[in-house]
């Protein structure tokens, strides 16, 4: 069954695959990721360091150096344009106009040398033609609109001179300054304590439906994702192990991984008990492991899991997961 983001996705992105080096070396760090994004539909990628994620979030945009890195296969459709046959001309006038990114540490993005004005400005010159006084007037309307204080003295600021909240939201307003179809954040409040980060989420949550822009989150916090995101992929070791909506995924997690994820969040309700922690770690991107990747560390491994990968299945519209104990009853499964 169709469900709205596959009907009509902003971005649909279809089998990608990324590798580094070549040979015995191979590490395949993204390994047939394939996901949709809907018009203003905010998707949360979540996975642990390693998982895949943010070589996926860079890719989107072109980010991914090559060499080292190279584009292996797949497709990035945005508005019906595979992004990956694009010129580099193409992308340039893509970036920070009609996508923009922003990052879990705004010096990232923002240059210590040159004030957060002219940076915000930077991109209104460049992609919507504005004359200087009119894009620093805008520079300092985004300012406000993100709520830093003060916006006509902090406009001519240097980024040092902001607190760590602010940069954050001065990245945010530099995002969003060509008022972007499709905005990647990745990891954009691990850096903050958490009332700052309260605060950020719930900005670009209504900056999402202010601009009616769709948002690819990602980040290892299934908290966070719980906060903002419509529908969830969540991401191990280069692959997409189950897709579902938000809260579906809470009531219903099918994946052993998703399961062991959700088991590590601390809950405030009910009798205190022991954070469960998913044993072992993800394995190194360059030595996967045969058949489903997760059976060294899965719970509920059976013989057919280390020999073969499961296909994919839908449990319910839009819930897609990838496990052996949902494609067939496990006493079916022949080793
Ligand atoms: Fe665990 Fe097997 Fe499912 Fe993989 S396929 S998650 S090893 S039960």
């Not at 642990?48 to 190279?70: D, F």
Request: hydrophobic share 40%; net charge positive.
């Amino acid at each position: 069954m169709t469900t709205p983001a596959e009907a009509s996705p902003l971005i649909a992105v279809s089998n990608l695959k990324i590798q580094f080096g070549r040979g015995g070396s191979l590490v395949r760090a993204v390994d047939g990721v394939s996901f949709t994004v809907a018009r203003g539909e905010t998707l949360g990628i979540v996975g642990e360091s390693g998982s895949g994620k943010s070589v996926t979030a860079r890719a989107i945009l072109r980010l991914v150096q090559t060499p080292p890195g190279r584009y292996a296969g797949g497709e990035i459709l945005f508005e019906g344009e595979d992004l990956l046959t694009k010129s580099e001309a193409g992308m340039r006038a893509i970036r920070g106009n009609r996508i923009s990114m922003i990052f879990q540490e705004p010096m990232t993005s923002l240059t210590p040398v040159l004030t957060v004005g002219y940076q915000i400005a930077e991109s209104l010159r460049l992609h919507q033609k504005l004359s200087a006084s009119e894009a620093r007037k805008t520079a300092v309307a985004l300012l406000q609109r993100v709520r830093i204080a003060d916006a006509e003295r902090r406009v001519d600021e240097y980024p040092h001179q902001l607190s760590g909240g602010m940069r954050q939201r001065a990245m945010i307003a530099m995002a969003l300054a060509c008022r972007p179809k499709l905005l990647v954040a990745d990891e954009p409040t691990t850096a903050l304590d958490v009332t700052i980060q309260a605060q950020v989420l719930a900005l670009l949550a209504e900056l999402r439906t202010e601009l009616g822009m769709s948002i690819i989150l990602i980040t290892h916090n299934f908290g966070v994702v719980a906060e903002v995101a419509d529908r969830v992929a969540v991401m191990y070791a280069g692959a997409v192990v189950e897709t579902a909506p938000t809260a579906q995924i809470f009531r219903d997690p099918r994946h052993p991984y998703t399961k062991g994820l959700l088991g590590c969040i601390p809950r405030l309700e009910g009798n205190a008990r022991r954070l469960n922690a998913i044993k072992g770690s993800i394995p190194a991107p360059g030595g996967l492991p045969t058949g489903c990747r997760f059976h060294p560390r899965c719970p509920s491994a059976m013989p057919i899991c280390a020999a073969q990968d499961p296909p994919e299945i839908e449990i319910t519209p839009g819930h897609m997961t990838k496990c052996w104990l949902d494609s067939q009853p496990a006493a079916e499964v022949a080793p």
